[in-house]
């Protein structure tokens, strides 16, 4: 089963190169299958990372930044893949 974590912040306002660098440079102890960054308007910073593991596994996710960094908690979505189609 492949399970897809996403890990999504918002950076204080012209910071978000800052977080954008901050994120890309979070290891993690175990490398996922995959991962992936992205950056969207208002500064936000999206990291998708696709793990092959059941649903309800404890899987290493990426920590929260400074809060000085950011505007808000992070915000955590767990997926499970149903394939394509």
């Not at 490398?31 to 308007?41: D, I, N, S």
Request: net charge negative; hydrophobic share 45%; charged share 25%.
């Amino acid at each position: 089963m492949t399970v897809a974590l996403m890990w999504e912040a918002r950076a204080v306002a012209g910071r978000g190169a800052e977080l954008l660098a901050w994120a890309r440079a979070q290891t993690l102890p175990s490398p996922p299958l995959r991962r992936e960054t992205f950056r969207a308007p208002q500064d936000r910073v999206l990291v998708i990372t696709w793990w092959n593991a059941p649903a309800d596994a404890e899987l290493p996710e990426l920590p929260e930044p400074d809060g000085e960094l950011v505007t808000r908690s992070v915000h955590r979505w767990r997926f499970e893949s149903l394939g394509e189609g």
